[in-house]
DNA sequence: TGCTCAGTACGATAACTCTCGTACTACGAG
DNA sequence: CTCGTAGTACGAGAGTTATCGTACTGAGCA
């Protein structure tokens, strides 16, 4: 299985226009989230929940996760057993744009990641 | 530096350096403020606590300053009887470049004022 | 001295959020 | 069919936040 085949499942998220700011700066200002978002911004493909090493139980990441998908930051689509998560970068961008990327930039520079 | 001779009261705020990204956004993602300091990126002018049309009360106003000093997005400063504001654009940009001028025009557009 | 205006301090309350554990569903592998 | 893995649902507890009203301080003015 090894084709794309992705939009199988669409799951509850705000149309682009729909995307409000307060509930996209909300769902950006907490660690946990950030660096969700944070590592997803890193790779263009799509991650499931439980591969963040986030220091939370795996209901607590449906929280978030739920948070970040229903604020329009990112979009969830299953595959089998597994729920993929991928920012929503070009939504957002055409919305409010140069926001995601200043926020994950600022968020790289202040955590100093050697990466 | 030669200058302005603003700092007539120093009010406790973050040095530059300490400004945190969740600080800022957490302060950022609520419609009171957000609205406050849209209206601060508008005049460069200083402008003193009540002069928002915001339908809170005095106390909760003092509180929504409060925390945009501490999360470092706003200065204040004594004049007389009141307390000028004014926002820490260059220190935000200098801290995280292009967060709040995305996150102000995106107020601006998403709130569709006649203007 | 006394009055007024700008803002603070202090509860108090209601709402929201983050967190968890446990029990549950859904899918795929064997 | 059975089992394991990924994720959800559902409370529940602890903590935070937004809001208010009332009482207070402090600067300027008459």
Known sequence: MTETHEACA???EPAVG???LEAVLHALADP???RI???LAGCTDQVNCLAFDVPVAKSTLTHHF???REAGVIRQVRRGTSKMNSLRSEDLAARFPG???SV???HRASSRYPL
Chains 1, 2 share one sequence.
Do not use: K, M, T
């Open 32 to 34: 946990v989230r950030l």
């Open 99 to 101: 926001l995601l990327d």
């Open 66 to 68: 739920r948070v970040l």
């Open 18 to 20: 729909e995307i409000r």
């Open 10 to 12: 669409p799951f509850p």
């Open 37 to 39: 978002v944070s590592s």
């Open 104 to 106: 994950v930039a600022g």
